[in-house]
């Protein structure tokens, strides 16, 4: 004991207490400064537990004790303090656990795993002293076998036993803590045959490999069995994982077990009595002690001025004079109320206010000697009160803390029935009742009970309902707007009790109309968070029965965002759930939206280390954690751009291995393939449904284009790839559950109300083309429109057509509006025969116009039948697309309209005056944001292309590069600078493909021409543009040299001609200093 005291000795007070050391026997702590422990646990076992009062009580080895000191594990719980002693005591010596997380539950096995580790690995090495040289089979496997739940438990409780374990290293061949690989491992059988100390899993884990190696497992020297969070493992895979722990028992021994779990069952209880021939079953949860020990709870929803009557009912069905009564109040005025009601009725009271006195006091304690038939009064704030034997406890509201209205349950813990104990007195058991009376003031703890009692007993289908609505108005009270939780992603349920994300489908989830919700999207991947789920941009959309439909450029659109940023924003603050603003990061700005913000107490005080959890928009869909130091504000319009990058999930697509979560191995091979996919392919999926920011769809297939055959192939199904390789398989289950989570209202919502307001935009132009025509009038447009319909469902119309379409249209209503104004007014000069005659040729000057119409759309069908041209370059008016970009795409319409030319149309409107022409200086403004630089950029020309190359600082900048119709737009960014190195180069002749690559710190942009001529090149408005002389020289003395070998093919003599002189060149250079190329066109070109 003296050994054992030098080293639990510490060398200073413990700062958690006032006074007393945990550590010093001398030191103990006082009772009234904290509490023993153990008394706020319940602990029932086949004999009498001792728990350990003080950590100087417990017994361990010296270098455990001493590693739990240096990770500040120094306080003993109420759970350790039984579990320790009770584990320590050697085999047959079970635990059942049964307490809520962050409870010290895992704590409360691992020192005594431990341990026994440490034992039996001290006592291997001193047989292979004896024995040098030889390997002893009953050494192989591991001393105690942990299973948990999923993967992070797996690290979690890794490093714990690691820590404990990791001044026991005997030898190198023994590994003291081990992990079952996720794919097969030679490295792992040797460990197991060289012997391991702490082998942690979960269920699947194990028994994918006994199926993987049949027979190669057996642990004869294995000491603990552990199931930690045993009801978060399904029951196929605990049943698996059962049938192998069967076949990897010792022989010889049956090794001591420990059962974890959250909820008390008689399932657990049994295996745990079959394990054991000394189980204890240690409450945490006081609650469940009650159930266990045979307490009947009872809810009760009553007005506030019946639950005086409620009282006084059940106090006759129960008289104070044979059950112990104890009454909880909200506080000392409803305790008032309470009394006087219940001595009118003539019931003895002893209430215990605040404000009692030691007398008082001292009447408690004589209460709990013989109660004499009188009811104690208190309140939650009375910890002095150790009440452990009544029999009837009254709530008369459920408090402020779910956590003391479960304590509360203290007062019948020793009168809970023990299962386990051997003497025979649980005949004569008097029967415990909890009655909970709730009214419309103390009801929001009810929530939270009716989900506890409905995994042990029925509950009356009223309160069931109005905690429902209960639950329905705290959320929607919540000023936090949580992200949607994973497991309800993957698996269309979460098992996490104390999950803290979203488990309810709130407005934010609606899909705005910019999302696609049907049909298939091509996707630019961004990121890879697990094998299903990505984060992607999207750029075309497949409608069903409809073609490609090209989405906002997303080059166009971060350029837009960047001139939208103000230069120099203001703090956001507060910050609120739901709001958009600025992250400012070391080397980065991007748009987030605020998800969870910690309590504010004054809002009038700016901080800046108030934790805020926020949701990236643009960059990717990454949740971060954040100060709102760091948050600034935005424009509204910037708030109004949709985001760029969206959530993709693979819908019922889940592990194979049956975990709840994905290994990195797992993520980093799915990221693996879809980033080494061949050059020019494309990624396709097909949408099932859409929520604002995440895609559930079918399956991902990365296609590529074949030129021999000229069409596009499937290079890689993800789907199939995952079921191949053993990482995914398809649940339908998980399928249906997330589909009946989002609803079928949110899915299919959409789309019945685009097409409703279609059908109702279709009637209301109808209603208004015929509202105020005479019936000749009527005939003739239905005439017209027939003819029309016949035309447009032959043959597709190209836009111009369709336009026309609408102008004969409209004016054949004005013309025959205006006719009928003028006919009404001289009806009294014109006959009859006049009014007949006008009309008719009226009909023929229609036919007429209507006839040279469809003249015009057939010329027009039969231009449209020419080759097209490259289906990657879009025609689009460069004035107007520079102007869309620089309004803040206020006037935003359907991309196909926007990059339509715009001078057909101009043409085809003969009532249009034409739009006055004016220069691109005019229209294209100069302004520049001050993040915005210009590159330095040479160019230089030959017979087929325009040859750019641009500068760059630094050889990290991602760059982009476009032609649309006549202009280059150029883009250029780094992730260690804010600058922007771009530019828009206007050309004045015709072009057609544009290629571009990077070298170094140098993009070559190369444009092919249209025709092959040299083009006079004007550049002299852009200051940024150098000509590259010495490649103008080159081209020319190549294009002189080919004309000198053609005129020498032909016999001609070649005549001595004299060099130019210095002035010459001088003259030649100062031609191009103002950055204009002008061509000499009497060369012979090649």
Request: hydrophobic share 35%; aromatic share 6%.
């Amino acid at each position: 004991m003296k050994d054992l005291e030098k080293y639990t000795m510490p060398d200073g007070k413990d700062p958690n207490y006032e006074m007393g050391d945990p550590y010093s026997k001398q030191e103990a702590i006082r009772p009234l400064v904290a509490p023993n422990c153990s008394e706020y646990a319940v602990a029932h076992s086949t004999y009498a537990l001792r728990p350990a009062r003080l950590f100087s009580e417990v017994v361990m080895l010296p270098h455990i004790l001493e590693t739990m000191r240096k990770l500040g594990l120094n306080r003993l719980l109420r759970l350790q303090a039984y579990t320790w002693p009770h584990l320590g005591a050697g085999s047959g010596h079970g635990a059942l656990i049964v307490s809520a997380p962050r409870s010290g539950r895992t704590f409360a096995y691992v020192p005594p795993v431990c341990e026994a580790v440490c034992k039996v690995l001290s006592k291997s090495r001193r047989q292979r002293m004896l024995h040098p040289g030889t390997w002893l089979a009953h050494e192989l496997g591991a001393v105690a076998l942990i299973l948990v739940p999923d993967l992070p438990r797996v690290r979690q409780v890794s490093a714990m036993c690691q820590a404990l374990l990791r001044k026991a290293r005997s030898e190198d061949s023994v590994t003291l803590t081990l992990n079952v690989p996720s794919a097969d491992s030679s490295e792992f059988l040797l460990r197991l045959l060289n012997g391991v100390g702490c082998l942690v899993a979960t269920p699947a884990q194990l028994t994918w490999f006994w199926r993987e190696a049949p027979g190669l497992l057996r642990f004869p020297r294995l000491q603990f069995l552990v199931y930690d969070d045993v009801d978060l493992m399904s029951a196929e895979q605990l049943r698996n994982a059962e049938q192998v722990v069967q076949e990897i028992l010792p022989t010889t021994h049956i090794p001591q077990m420990v059962i974890v779990t959250r909820s008390y069952s008689e399932a657990l209880m049994t295996k745990m009595r079959m394990a054991s021939s000394h189980p204890a079953v240690i409450f945490g949860d006081i609650l469940e002690a009650a159930l266990y020990g045979g307490t009947r709870i009872r809810i009760s929803l009553v007005r506030l001025q019946a639950k005086g009557n409620e009282v006084v009912q059940q106090l006759q069905q129960r008289p104070p004079q044979d059950y112990r009564t104890v009454i909880y109040c909200m506080d000392d005025a409803d305790m008032r109320q309470l009394v006087k009601v219940l001595e009118d009725r003539g019931f003895g009271c002893l209430p215990y206010y605040q404000t009692s006195d030691l007398e008082v006091f001292e009447q408690v304690h004589s209460w709990l000697a013989n109660s004499c038939g009188v009811i104690l009064l208190c309140t939650d704030n009375c910890p002095e009160l150790v009440i452990r034997n009544a029999h009837t406890l009254i709530h008369h509201g459920m408090g402020d803390s779910y956590s003391k209205f479960k304590m509360r349950h203290l007062t019948l813990s020793g009168n809970l029935t023990n299962s386990l104990a051997t003497t025979a007195g649980a005949a004569s058991q008097v029967p415990l009742l909890s009655l909970v009376l709730l009214d419309n003031s103390n009801q929001r703890q009810l929530p939270r009970l009716v989900d506890f009692l409905q995994l042990h007993q029925q509950v009356d289908p009223t309160v069931v309902a109005v905690a429902q609505t209960i639950r329905r108005d705290l959320e929607s009270k919540m000023s936090n707007k949580y992200a949607l939780c994973g497991q309800i992603l993957l698996f269309g349920q979460c098992r996490e009790p104390l999950c803290e994300d979203r488990h309810y489908v709130a407005d934010m989830d609606w899909r705005p109309s910019n999302v696609p919700a049907f049909g298939d999207v091509k996707v630019q991947l961004v990121r890879v968070y697990s094998p299903t789920h990505f984060c992607v941009r999207l750029q075309e959309h497949l409608p069903p029965k409809g073609t490609w439909k090209t989405l906002p450029f997303l080059a166009v659109q971060e350029m837009r965002l960047k001139l939208m940023q103000d230069k120099q924003p203001q703090r956001h603050w507060p910050p609120v759930a739901g709001a958009i603003c600025m992250l400012h990061s070391a080397h980065n700005k991007e748009r987030v939206r605020v998800l969870k913000v910690a309590s504010i107490q004054d809002v009038s005080l700016v901080r800046s280390d108030i934790s805020v959890e926020v949701q990236a928009l643009d960059v990717d869909t990454r949740v971060l954690k954040t100060q709102s130091g760091r948050l600034y504000e935005c424009s509204k319009a910037m708030q109004q751009e949709p985001p760029m990058s969206y959530d993709l999930r693979l819908l019922g697509m889940v592990p194979q291995s049956g975990e709840t979560s994905w290994a990195e191995e797992e993520r980093s091979t799915v990221e693996f393939w879809l980033k080494n996919l061949p050059k020019g392919h494309f990624l396709q999926a097909n949408i099932q449904f859409a929520t604002a920011n995440t895609l559930f769809v079918q399956d991902l297939v990365a296609m590529v284009y074949a030129d021999n055959f000229k069409v596009h192939l499937r290079h890689m199904n993800l789907c199939q790839k995952l079921i191949k390789d053993n990482l995914a398989c398809r649940c339908e289950r998980a399928r249906q559950m997330i589909m009946d989570f989002f609803g079928q209202k949110l899915i299919n919502e959409k789309a019945a109300e685009a097409k409703g307001e279609a059908k109702e935009h279709m009637l209301e132009v109808n209603n208004e083309n015929k509202e105020n025509l005479e019936p000749t009038q009527e005939i003739t447009l239905k005439k017209v429109n027939e003819d029309i319909k016949k035309l447009e469902s032959s043959q597709v119309l190209p836009p111009r057509c369709q336009r026309l379409m609408q102008i004969a249209r409209e004016v054949t209503q004005k013309n025959q509006q205006q006719e009928d104004l003028e006919a009404k007014s001289n009806v009294s000069q014109k006959s009859n025969t006049n009014i007949e005659s006008s009309s008719q040729s009226n009909e023929d000057g229609m036919s007429q116009l209507y006839e040279c119409i469809k003249n015009c759309a057939m010329f027009q069908l039969e231009d449209a039948k020419q080759p097209k041209k490259d289906p990657d370059q879009i025609g689009i008016d460069p004035i107007e697309f520079f102007s869309q970009v620089m309004n803040e795409g206020s006037h935003q319409c359907d991309p196909h309209t926007n990059l339509k030319p715009k001078k057909k149309r101009i043409k085809a409107r003969s009532a249009v005056p034409p739009v006055p022409t004016k220069t691109y200086k005019e229209e294209i403004p100069l302004q520049t944001h001050p993040n915005v630089v210009r590159p330095n950029v040479t160019y230089y020309q030959n017979i087929a292309t325009l040859e750019l190359q641009v500068c760059l600082p630094e050889d990290d900048h991602e760059y982009k590069a476009l032609l649309l119709g006549s202009q280059i737009f150029f883009k250029a960014t780094s992730k260690l600078s804010d600058l922007v190195h771009q530019f828009i180069l206007t050309l004045k002749f015709a072009y057609t493909t544009l290629r571009h690559h990077m070298v170094g710190r140098t993009v070559y942009i190369s444009v092919v021409k249209s025709l092959a001529f040299i083009d006079p090149l004007d550049f002299g408005d852009y200051r940024f543009m150098k000509p590259n002389h010495e490649m103008f020289s080159k081209m020319e003395s190549s294009h002189n040299n080919s004309f000198k070998r053609l005129l020498a093919n032909r016999g001609y003599v070649q005549q001595n001609v004299d060099p130019q002189d210095s002035s010459d060149s001088s003259e030649d250079e100062e031609q191009d200093l103002d950055g204009i190329e002008r061509v000499d066109h009497g060369h012979i070109l090649d």
